[in-house]
Nanobody
Framework: QVQLVESGGGLVQPGGSLRLSCVAS????????MSWYRQALGKERELAAT???????NYAESARGRFTISRDNAKNTVYLQMNSLKLEDTAVYYC?????????WGQGTQVTVSS
């Protein structure tokens, strides 16, 4: 069983930055593929960024060039650095851990981009 706790969300102006953190507990963190998803009001949840156990990253087109996903296995933590934020980045951001058939979700953290 893995528990994921996100933090770092908040209110930011367009063009600003935020760094989200997700701390995992309960299992061997380094084995997991870690991802950040987001869900805007009235829309489906979508993948923003992924980092695998080897550090390989992948980004949604909307995030590429502005967001950076990273992990610190010693701290059981995955990060999402978000720069040049836009109004359309407003959403609840969820941390996701996946290893084989096992999938876990955090409770989400709200990111609001508004002037």
């Amino acid at each position: 069983q893995v528990q994921l706790v996100e933090s770092g969300g908040g209110l930011v102006q367009p063009g600003g930055s935020l760094r989200l953190s997700c701390v995992a507990s309960g299992s061997i963190f380094s084995n997991y593929v870690m991802s950040w998803y987001r869900q805007a009001l009235g829309k489906e949840r979508e993948l923003a960024a992924t980092i695998d156990s080897g550090g390989f990253t992948n980004y949604a087109e909307s995030a590429r060039g502005r967001f950076t996903i990273s992990r610190d296995n010693a701290k059981n933590t995955v990060y999402l650095q978000m720069n040049s934020l836009k109004l359309e980045d407003t959403a609840v951001y969820y941390c996701n851990a996946r290893w084989g058939p096992y999938i876990y979700w955090g409770q989400g953290t709200q990111v609001t981009v508004s002037s």
